[in-house]
């Protein structure tokens, strides 16, 4: 069995002109295409070859490792782009003002991270097992997955993603990719589970070794869960209920009572969290 790559979710000029046919010819076409040639190379008659790119992330180093990730994370970049400009969904927008401030914040700050990275690399947006985000920074074919981290969307810094374009110029591709970023499939990786999602959606003609995947798992459903308690306002009797959560003051459905903002007050009676005990 060999690796495959899904086909580019739109056309090669699409992207213009934040990103040029020549770039993404070169970038998916000949840079991705090799380490995907290597990977195979590497694997053929392997076990390795039986396994999911995310188990190859997880437990390899070296050569395998590299190319893995370097499959791995090209095609999620690419999957990440859309020709269309997207509106960033308010579930995600609160995310990210709750982590790092604002919108804007949060961009200043991923560019900050992205031009940092020195020589080779991605900047991320990943999610830890308590929901929360965070801005990781990984050289050369690094994937925050090995951190325990969820990934919800990255930008290339390898010359290569920009040198056609923009020359030396990696914050401005940086400031480009905003107008490319599809944050409704950003916003929807928050809820997906990270390593059936990305099989399912990087490749249905790979099967996976079943063995290994179930090692996998073993690795997710150890993580802790949200918590998903019930609290009970003390003062007026109001329930909390994190599957709905308190839409109508930005809290969405799948907030657990923990992550609530420390300004969240009662939408009843307006007392504070303190005042909330859990349902019993
Ligand atoms: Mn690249």
Same mark, same amino acid.
């Given at each position: 069995?060999?690796?495959?790559?899904?086909p580019?979710?739109?056309?090669?000029?699409?992207?213009?002109?934040y990103?040029?046919?020549?770039?993404?010819?070169?970038h998916?076409?000949?840079?991705?295409? %090799?380490?995907l040639?290597?990977l195979?190379?590497?694997?053929e008659?392997t076990p390795?070859?039986?396994?999911s790119?995310?188990h190859? @992330?997880l437990?390899?180093?070296?050569p395998i490792?590299?190319?893995?990730?370097?499959?791995?994370?090209?095609?999620?970049f690419?999957?990440?782009?859309?020709?269309?400009?997207?509106?960033?969904?308010?579930?995600?927008?609160?995310?990210?003002?709750?982590?790092?401030?604002s919108?804007e914040?949060?961009?200043?700050?991923?560019?900050?991270?992205a031009?940092e @990275?020195?020589?080779s690399?991605?900047?991320w947006?990943?999610?830890?097992?308590a929901?929360?985000l965070?801005?990781?920074?990984?050289?050369?074919?690094?994937?925050?997955?090995?951190?325990g981290?969820?990934?919800?969307m990255t930008?290339?810094?390898?010359?290569?993603a920009?040198?056609?374009?923009?020359r030396?110029?990696?914050?401005e591709? @940086?400031?480009?990719c905003?107008?490319?970023?599809?944050?409704?499939?950003?916003?929807?990786?928050?809820h997906?589970d990270?390593l %059936?999602?990305r @099989?399912t959606?990087?490749s249905?003609?790979r099967t996976?070794?079943?063995?290994?995947?179930t090692?996998?798992?073993?690795t997710?459903?150890?993580?802790?869960?949200?918590?998903?308690?019930?609290?009970?306002?003390?003062t007026?009797?109001?329930v909390?209920d994190?599957a709905?959560?308190?839409?109508?003051?930005?809290?969405?459905?799948g907030?657990p009572?923990?992550?609530?903002?420390?300004?969240?007050?009662?939408?009843?009676?307006?007392v504070?969290?303190?005042y909330?005990?859990k349902?019993?």
């Amino acid at each position: 069995m060999i690796f495959t790559l899904p086909p580019l979710p739109y056309a090669m000029d699409a992207l213009e002109p934040y990103m040029s046919q020549q770039t993404i010819e070169y970038h998916y076409g000949k840079h991705l295409q %090799t380490y995907l040639d290597n990977l195979n190379r590497l694997t053929e008659g392997t076990p390795y070859s039986e396994v999911s790119l995310e188990h190859l @992330i997880l437990t390899t180093t070296g050569p395998i490792f590299n190319n893995a990730a370097q499959v791995w994370n090209h095609t999620f970049f690419f999957e990440t782009l859309s020709p269309e400009p997207v509106k960033i969904p308010v579930e995600l927008e609160f995310a990210l003002t709750r982590d790092f401030g604002s919108i804007e914040e949060f961009k200043t700050k991923f560019k900050k991270a992205a031009t940092e @990275i020195f020589g080779s690399g991605w900047a991320w947006l990943a999610q830890d097992n308590a929901g929360s985000l965070h801005i990781i920074k990984e050289s050369n074919a690094g994937n925050p997955m090995r951190a325990g981290y969820k990934p919800l969307m990255t930008i290339d810094v390898w010359e290569h993603a920009y040198y056609i374009d923009y020359r030396n110029r990696r914050g401005e591709f @940086i400031d480009k990719c905003w107008g490319l970023i599809n944050w409704k499939k950003v916003a929807k990786r928050m809820h997906e589970d990270m390593l %059936t999602a990305r @099989i399912t959606d990087m490749s249905e003609t790979r099967t996976e070794g079943a063995i290994e995947v179930t090692v996998i798992e073993e690795t997710i459903t150890e993580k802790p869960k949200k918590s998903m308690d019930r609290y009970i306002c003390i003062t007026c009797g109001w329930v909390y209920d994190p599957a709905e959560g308190d839409p109508e003051n930005g809290i969405p459905p799948g907030t657990p009572f923990d992550a609530l903002p420390e300004e969240w007050i009662c939408p009843a009676c307006g007392v504070g969290k303190d005042y909330f005990e859990k349902e019993r």
